[in-house]
Structure formats: C-alpha cells, structure tokens
C-alpha cells in the first residue's frame, strides 16, 4: 500500500515543515535455517544516523541480516520494496518480526520526522509516529548505533556494503563545505539533484506534494526562453491567447483515444466555497479538447486557414508516481501551440519547424545536445497521427528524457470536432476537415539543462539564461589592509562592475564585509553564476581583474580597457564549450548495437542504444520486458540504485545510420526497417 | 432561487451552444379589482420576439397589463424580479397565473433555448424546456406575437413603452450593418458590451460559466503590458516567480480575516482520476497563503530584505454573481506582487510607487484616466493595513470601476507567519516581524479600455496596445478599372505596406477581392484598428495616402514620403487625445456634491460624487442603504435599467478638495474630515 494511504488508514495527519528529519525504514532477512519461519528485522532510524549490520545483528541477536527481499516484504508487509515503511505496521506483526528503533528517534520527541519509501515522503510530529508504534504492540528495541557502531568492530565488508547502499550517506562528500553540496551527483544522484535544486535556489518544495515553487533564479530562465520562442513563432505567424483552465467532463471525453492516456490523472473541481458543483469540473491535463469546441466555430472558410495559437499556461497532472523537481511535477509550466491547416504538407512542414525551434532551445538557450527524431506507435502522443521529439541525455544516470514534442493530428480531432471548410479546389459544396498540429514545452527542460551542466559544487548555468551571468567579488583585503588600498580596491571593484553593466551584461558585486571571499566563491558557484570576476590588490596594481570560469575553473586576465569585449566573449566561448562537452558525453553514450547480447550490457554501463528494430509494437514491449532488471534480490544488492526500468525506445533518430543488407532487428528474426534509439528514460 | 438552483433542483441538465436562441420571461400585473386577487400573466417567447402589452392584454383576456412589481413576484414565485425565470413554474401555480408562450419557441422544437434572468443564463433544449413546461400542468397559451402585433392597432404609448423597456431590442441600431454591433451604446450598455468583446474578437464565450477565452486581438494588449510592467518593477528590483496554483485547506485558512472574504469563493479539488483525495486543496483565489510560509523560510537575515516578489498567473474566484467579461470572471489573469521589508517606510514608499506604476498603465497605455487614492475601512483589502487604489469610471453607465490596488499589509501577515529577523538597530537578540506589501492587476483593466473608448461601430483600441495599428486597403477599383491600374494600385499599397513596417509598424493589408472596401473598412472598425490608411487611383495619381482614425473619423492626406514619419505621429496623437477625451467625460462627471439632497439625483444623473464625509463606516453603509433605488416599482419602470444598488465609496482621492471651516459630513451631522468619491460601481 502506497505510503500516503497507509497514512490515511491509519489516519495519522500528515504535515510540513521545513526542518523535518529524513528517516529511512529497512527491512533485513536474518541468515535462517531451511524451512525455518524467517523473522525479518525492521529498522527505523534517522536517515542521517548509520546502521551497520554488525549492530543489527547483534541488537536484534540474528545472524548475518541481509536486506530482505520484495518476496518477503510482500509477505509481510503486503507491499513491495519501494514502498514499504514504518507505516507498514500493525499489530498482526507482533511476535513475527523484530523491531529496532534508532534512539535517536525516540529522543526527537518533539521534532517532524519524514518517513520516505522510494515512491513518497511524508512529514508527521516524532510523537504521532511512536505512539502509533507502540499502539500496534510490536516490542521495540531501542538502539544507539552511533555508540554500539563506535564499540563494535567493523563488519565484514560485504555486509557494511549492503547496508551503505541502501544508507544515502554512502555518497557524501567528505569535505563538503556547510553552505554546498553534500553529496556526489554519481554516487547518489537523486540526493545530488534535490541540493542542487534547492541550495542553488532554482525551486523549492512546497507543502502539497508534487508541486514546487519556481523562485527567480530558475523563472528568469524560462523568461529567456518565452522571450526567444515568442518571437520565432510569431514570424511563422503564431499568435498568443489564453484559454480557461476548466473544462467540462462531457467535453474532455470527447476524444476518447486521447482522454484515455490523460483520464486517470485529471484533478476535479468538485465544490466551490460551501456548495457542490452541479456538474464537476477538470483542471486542464493538455488543452485540446479545451480549444478545439472554438476552433470548429471559428474558422468558417478555407480563408481562416492556417489559424495557429499559442498559450503560455500552467497544466495539472495528478501523477501518482514519485513526483521530481522540474522533470514530473503535479502542476507544471509550458507553452502548447494548436495549429489548424487547409493542407497536411502545410500541417507537417510546421511540425518539422517547431521541432527545430525546440532543438535550438535546448541547444542554443540550454547548451544541452537533443536527437530529434520520430516516436514509436507505441510511444506517440494519445490522439496523433505522428509524434515527433527533441531527446536529451542524462549522463550521470545514463537515461534518455524527452525534451519536446511536435505533434501532427492529422483530422482526428477535426472530425471529432468537426473542423471543416468548404473546399476551395474541390467539387461545389464539398468539405475538407483541417489538418492539426499541437506542441509543447515544458519547464521540465530546465530540469533536464540542471542535470545535465551542474557538479557537486553546485548549479552551472549557461551564460545567456543565467539570471546573473557575473558576480564581482573584491579580493585580498587582510587586517594589514590600510583604509586607502580598501577604498581604492573597492572603487576599483564598482567601476568594472559599471562597465560591465554598461557592456549589457547581468552583473552582482558582493560588497558584504561578513563574509570571506571564499565563502562568496562558494556561495556564487552554488547557485550557478557563470563567471566570477576577482578583483584584488595585485589586479588593481596590474590594471586588470582575474575572471573565473564556473564550468571549469578556468582563469583569465583581462585588463580593464578591454572588459567591455573581452567578458561578453568568455562567456559566449563558455555558452558555446558547454554545448560542446555535453554533446561529447551525448555521443560516447550512445552506442550502436547490433546484437541482442550486447544489448543488456550496455544499457547498464549507462548508455543509451541505437538498434536495428523490426518497428512491430510487441517486439519493443519484449525488448522493454527483456531488458528489466530480474528481481531476484542478488542483483538489486550490487547496485540498488540501478533503475529496474526496461529500455523503452526514445525515439527513431531522423539521422540514421545505414543499415546493413539484410540486417535483422536487434531482438526478434524479421528484417529491420531502421535503426531505432532504445533507453531507460525518464 | 437562482436560475441554476432552479435548473438542478428540477434536474433539467443544462447545454451549451453558440447556436442557442435567447429568451426571455416577462410577468405582468392586470389591473384588477381593489382586494381582488391578482392573476399574474408570465410571457415566455423569443428575446427577439416584440411582445406588445395589447397583445398580451388580449390573448390573456386582462387589462391594462403593467410589469409586475417584485412584491407580486416574490408572492408567486417566490424569488426576485432579477431571478425569476420560467423555471420558477411548479403544479402549485396552475389555475393562479396565466401563461402565454411564444408559438416561435414552440416551433423551435429542435433548438437550444437561453434562458436569462438578470443574474444569470442557462441553456437547455426546448424539448426539455416544453415538457418541463406541461409537466407543471398550467394552462399554456400559444401567442403568434408576430401575426397577432401586425393585427392589432398600435398599443397606447405608455404600455408600448413598458414592454419596449424589458425587451432588449429597443436599443437596436436602425441601420447596423450584418457584421456590425446592432445595439447602442447607451440604450443598451451590457448588450452593446457582449457584442463588443465578442465580435471585436477579444474575447469568446466558454462553455463553463464564467470562464472566456482571451483571444489574441485582447492577450495582445496583455502582453503590452506585461512587457511595460517587468521592466519598470524590475528597475525597482522585483524578480518575477513562479508558485504553485494549489493551496492546501490548513494553509489557506491560517490567516482568518484574510480568508473570510474569500472562503465562500474558493474552488476545491477534491478528486485526482478516480481517487478522492485526502485532504481536499484549494485553488488560489490569491496567493498570501501560498507564499508567506516561504517568505518565513527564506527570510533568515534583515539582509535578506526586502524580497520583492511577482508571479504572472490566473487565479480562481468562483463568485456565483453574474459573470462579465474582464470585469468579473472566475478564472482570470493578473499580476501579483508580494514584497517583504525591514522598514515600513520603504514598504510605504513602494506601495506609492506601484500605484503610480499602475496609473500609468491605464494611462499611457490603455488611453483610461484613473483617480488615485485610498479605500476606506470598509472596502479595503482583507488583512491589509491599508489599500490604495486607482479608480476608473464608465461614462455610459456613471459606474465608478477600480482599476487596481496596491496594499499596505503592515505585519499583519508576518505575525501569522512568522516573517521577522533580528533587529539590525535593535537590542542584541531583538527580534522585528518584517513589513509586507501586496499589489496586483488583472485582465479587468481590458474591460475598462473598452468599455472606456468603444462605440457602435466596434472596438476602438489606444495605438499604443493594438495588435494592428494600421490596416490599409485599396480603395477605388471598379469593372472598368485597367488591369494595369489594378496592378498598380496594389503594388502601391504593397509598397505602403512595407514603408509602414520598416517604421516598426503593426500593419495588415488587406487585398481580399472578395470583398468590397466598405465591408473591410467595417471589418477594420469592429476589430478596433486604429488607423485605416486607404490607397486609390487618386491617391496614386497624388502621390500620397488617405488615412483615417478609428475613434472620431477624421482624415489626414500624407504624401508617400512621409510616411514612416508622419503615420507614426498621427497614432500617437489618437493616444493622447483619446486619453484627453475620457479624462474629460471622467471630470465633467465627478461632482463635488456637500448637501445630501443632491447626492442622489446627481448619482442618478451618472456621475460619481466628491463628498466631505465623516470617515466612519457605519455612516458610510448609511449612505449604501440610503442610495438605493427603492424597489417601489414605478420607478424601476421609468428606467429598468438603472442599477439599483446603492452607492460605495470607491476610494478617498489622494488629491483633495479643501474643506470648508466646519464642513459637515454629507450624510450625518460628524464633521467631515476629508472628501471621499463615492458611486455606483463595478
């Protein structure tokens, strides 16, 4: 059961707090004789706290406890691995299994703990959570594992192994500085990110789940990207419009194919102040169905055509699956674009341009390299004739994510809606439906561009969207420092700070005198600033500031008669080296496979694949089966933040390799008809 | 009861169809007998159909038939004169009332049915309709209004004039073109207003009441000022943000005087796809809820201050009042800003800045003269410390309108939500809660641009904001025109075209042939172009162009040279005189009114009213009550179309007449203490 309704069942009020204590709840096989009742050990403890098998083993007095597997779990708990948690209690348990408590918990008595399972967070008060485990009258066991760790000596190395992977601390940084990271975007990547997000100020989480808040840092990004794109579709002649974000239950199962991918995840307006709606209202998922109704009563005559709108809006998607900053998020931002054309080559040639804008986006706005390319049948967008795509690349994860999608409609809609002129080459009277296009952008690009660029000191920010593309920061100032040399550093640092301004550039200067300038350093470098500009004793006597790269550390000298050019082009050759490094990574991860044998192997050395592919639906369903991680606990031991997902194809790449004579499809025996992008993905 | 309770109590499910025919309900009093029992007559037909009292008169066989007064309403129907409607028949009246329908909507068996009461519409089919009707087994008449009024002698004046009142058609506009706006102005201000937006093209209705679609010849204008705003509220060091729409209930009602003025207006989400939720979410009716708890994280320092916040976002105010467009609709798009400060003179400080910001949106931008102020205790913003306003006003209809506010929150907020710092200034370890703003602009303010400058032609948009500034049409091509004439007018006005654009002009040509110039040149004015610039053989011959202004018509020659520098001028002399003109209706409307005797019939004369008033609410809801039309009938036959309500304050003018020596108040015997603007109002 999930974590949000065991709660329910239990009905423990949830609530939020910024300084909740992460906890973990771990569940351990104890070495059993055959046949023998196994009696798992649950541990609750704080994330924070380690917990050593050693330890586990001898509060709990079992042998050798190995993490359970979900068989077991479901036995058990009635739910699986990734969902289990301390909610999972109840009193049929008592006497079946062992239960250790952190007594770090049971000292927090007054503070919010966040239970997590691998699918949901939840916050409630210490206090609700140990009354409920005591009303369920299981025996706790209260453990200190910090003393007993400090006393016991090391556990053998296989077993602290299996409990370090499963404890986030595993990916600490070891000299993490307070204000930054604290832990390794490849040892524990989901950790990684959330710091990075959240330290480098692009959002914040916010009290109900799935939703976050986009603070200024990360708007301003998708400001320059509203600012880049509204001016290159209103030259293909887009215009912009808002429509409600309300509608109807009988219009949006209009279009049945399309609602049925949308359906289970519409939120309702069902009341409004204290009384019942007559008829309940959905936020909209997409706005199709929102728009289309009008479409039909508008455009009259073939002289209407193209009508082609855009909205900048927010959607709702209620996902039930673990929500992410940026990439799945209840409700997000985009812009979607409704064209309706007298002729499908007008129709598809606009798909073809929108995607290219998108391309640009990613790569010019971004610096993130995309594929663009065509989505499987199985893969298209709910309604379509076609979907195409601009793919994008995590490298640290080795997932492909779907950056933006330009779909052709073909009539579906039009016939739904009856979208129809009377046309003009035809026989009199005859009608013609219009040819539709829709696409979109969402913020989850940003989320793809953060992942992408940022290290464990914190965001990278490519140049031309960063809120602030230079922070100067006076440098050198001692106690030896004499009043004069302050000023003069000081002033000096105001007026390379003017004539950057001057020179069109985003700049801050951090004058603060409570602070170090290491700490500034750190602090710039956490939220992405692309470029910092030292100016110091020495820089003031060379008539020059010392710029650094954020990407790369690099250093520069520039003198101050040439700030004005020389800034403006490191950054420009940063924006540009960005890009280039990520498509580097892009290309060496994305391998050609041939052979089904080889296919399994790669994917786990985090690439993602080009394959010869047959194209036939149920071959990409088996090569997806085919491709999952077997549960069979072993392997979920040796790497248990290997996503147990199958490939599923990303996209089938407009630039395709050629394929051999009589190249069969990767997976089955019949003749591939192209090579085809297959990945785990977001 | 309200139309919609109506509907569902009798469970007639309500459509939606552009197509839907409007209807009307009229209910009439017979002269009758002292202490006889009254027989009411109710007229159900077509809004179109002219239903003259002798008619009536004779095929209900009464008298003298005058439009009932609300006491007879409320004792047969049970509802107001303003709600009634024909779904207000129940069994109970058969043999009490006397009921004639309209044979048309008999006839329109096959047809959507619009019934209006003054608060609301509802559509249904007119099956549904007649067999709701015969259900209640009253007597129906079938009246040929048509037939029988082209029968029957003219109708004395006086009852004639009655009906005229009630059936919109009285205002129509004799010689209105197909295309154009059929009712006037000031005969029939909300009438006129629907056609305006909707066949202006700047906005649509939606099938969900109360909800419209912004289209571009309107989101335009927004954008406009979206992109004034951000650059002035950036200069002042605003960051644009982003946060989420929903709000969970625990939250929402944290701040209690501040939610009480919105509770009964909230949209709740109680359902995501098949799954109740837990805990039901609100969305937004604005967002002090959804941000302060944040504003309390992030703000940990008095260095972090002041953190000036805004969100471009629509949110959701579910009023069951009647909806109009822009001015008062469920969803709708604003700006809102949330700023925190150490100071509350800076906080001060910027509240004026905003509001001035403001006024010169309605100003420089939409051409609408504002009055700005402050509201008084009863009016201001609920849980703010103060609220200042820019007030519009409407001359057709002498309603005062507010255009936007700007509010001092004073720590009301940030003592609810724990926003305070360390008092830089104060004892060591002193704490200060910060002072907050909010100020925000909506989409109304489109509504009050046009309400402002339109007329019975169309749209008229201010130069500044229109999406096409200019549209040029060739003019003065007949049969006998040469085909080498034809060419060169076109390549003339092609030429022209490009001038204007290189000009940095938003200019459309249009060189339809299927249509004469005179329909594009309505075509033009209904949609609001300001400047019309016609090219015909003369003006070829001359050299030069024809130009004309959308708002009073007036020509100007302007030789082909000229042009980028002359066409640009006369746009921006239409926007400064299209301001002067409404600044000066606003100003000859708003009379200085000290005795009481005057204030109503100067309200009554359209005008908003400067009164030296008293300053206590109490007085201030005496002058409400004592302003109202009385309901006594007669009057509401002289003009039924007089609003009713009484007057508010709208706000207490910043700039202020001087008060006399021992000025009393202009309702009650306090001395006053300052003017106040009072009117009726939006």
């Known amino acids: ?128 959570l140990v009354d409920f485990i005591n009303s369920t009258g299981i025996e706790v066991t209260s453990v200190d594992f910090a003393a007993e760790a400090s006393a016991a000596p ?22 993490a500085k307070l204000i930054g990271i604290t832990v390794d975007k490849v040892k524990d990547f989901s950790s990684w990110y959330s710091q990075i997000v959240t330290k480098g100020e692009m959002l914040d989480y916010y009290d109900v789940s799935g939703c976050y808040i986009l603070r200024p840092n990360s708007y301003f990004v998708w400001e320059e990207i509203q600012n880049w794109f509204n001016i290159e579709i209103k030259k293909l002649g887009v215009q912009n419009s808002y429509f409600p974000m309300f509608v109807s239950q009988r219009v949006l199962e209009k279009e049945k194919d399309h609602i049925e991918g949308f359906a289970p995840e519409v939120a309702w307006v069902t009341r409004a102040g204290s009384s019942e709606l007559e008829e309940h209202i959905a936020i909209r998922p997409t706005s199709e169905t929102v728009m289309y109704p009008y479409y039909a009563k508008w455009i009259r005559s073939h002289r209407d055509l193209p ?58 706005l971004l610096a993130v390299p995309v594929i663009k390319g065509k989505k499987t049948e199985n893969e298209k967008f709910a309604g379509a004739a ?44 005859s009608r013609v439906h219009a040819f539709q296009n829709s696409w979109g952008l969402s913020t989850r690009s940003l989320g793809v561009m953060i992942m992408t660029h940022s290290d464990n000191k914190g965001l990278v920010l490519p140049p031309r969207v960063a809120q602030t593309q230079v922070t100067i920061v006076p440098v050198g100032l001692t106690a030896k420092t004499t009043k004069e040399e302050r000023e003069a550093i000081n002033s000096g640092a105001k007026s390379v700070e003017q004539s950057l301004r001057d020179a069109g550039l985003r700049v801050i200067a ?90 399994v192997p790669t994917l786990n050395a ?55 004579e009589g190249q069969k499809c990767v997976r089955c025996d019949k003749p591939a008809i192209q090579y085809c992008m297959f990945g785990r993905s977001y």
């Open 1 to 128: 059961m999930a974590l949000e309704q065991s709660l329910a069942a239990l009905s423990l009020a949830t609530v939020s707090s910024p300084d909740a204590l992460a906890t973990k709840t771990l569940i351990f096989k104890p070495k059993t004789a055959k046949n023998a009742v196994p009696v798992p050990v649950l541990v609750f403890a704080l994330a924070s706290t380690e917990t050593p098998s050693k330890v586990i083993a001898s509060a709990a007095g079992v042998k050798e406890p190995r993490l359970a597997r979900d068989d077991l779990i479901q036995e058990f708990f009635s739910t699986s691995s990734k969902e289990v948690s301390i909610a999972n209690l109840n009193a049929s348990l008592a006497g079946k299994i062992k239960l250790l408590v952190d007594s770090a918990v049971l000292a927090a008595e007054d503070s919010i703990l966040e239970l997590s399972t691998e699918l949901a967070k939840a916050q409630l008060p210490a206090k609700t």
């Open 154 to 175: 090391a556990a053998a190395p296989t077993q602290k192994a299996e409990v370090a992977k499963k404890d986030k601390s595993a990916g600490k940084i070891e000299d």
């Open 307 to 364: 009508l082609r709108l855009n909205q900048w809006n927010s959607v709702v998607r209620w996902e039930f699956k673990h929500p992410q900053p940026f990439l799945r998020t209840r409700e997000f931002l985009w812009q979607e674009g409704h064209t309706a054309h007298l002729s499908q080559e007008g129709a598809m040639e606009e798909v073809d341009q929108i995607l290219e804008l998108y391309k640009r986006i990613y790569e010019e």
């Open 386 to 429: 076609y979907t195409t795509t601009c793919e994008g690349f995590i490298a640290a994860t080795g997932r492909g994510i779907q950056g933006a999608t330009s779909h052709h409609l073909g009539t579906n809609f039009s016939k739904m809606f009856n979208i129809s002129v009377e046309n003009p080459d035809g026989p009199e009277g």
């Open 510 to 599: 951090d004058y603060r005198d409570n602070y170090s300038p290491g700490w500034k350093f750190a602090d710039a470098e956490l939220k992405g600033v692309p470029l910092r500009v030292e100016f110091g004793p020495k820089d003031l006597a060379a008539g020059r500031v010392t710029a650094v790269r954020r990407d790369n550390s690099k250093k520069y000298e520039v003198g101050l008669t040439e700030l004005a050019t020389r800034i403006p082009e490191i950054l420009e050759e940063m924006q540009v080296e960005m890009l280039e490094n990520a498509r580097a990574d892009f290309d060496k991860h994305r391998i050609v496979v041939d052979e089904w044998k080889d296919f």
């Open 606 to 660: 985090k690439n993602v694949i080009l394959s010869p592919w047959c194209g036939v639906p149920e071959c990409e369903d088996d090569i997806k089966d085919s491709s999952a991680t077997k549960d069979d606990g072993e392997e979920a031991e040796q790497d248990e933040r290997a996503p147990s997902m199958g490939a599923k194809s990303l996209c089938i790449p407009n630039d395709q390799p050629t394929l051999k």
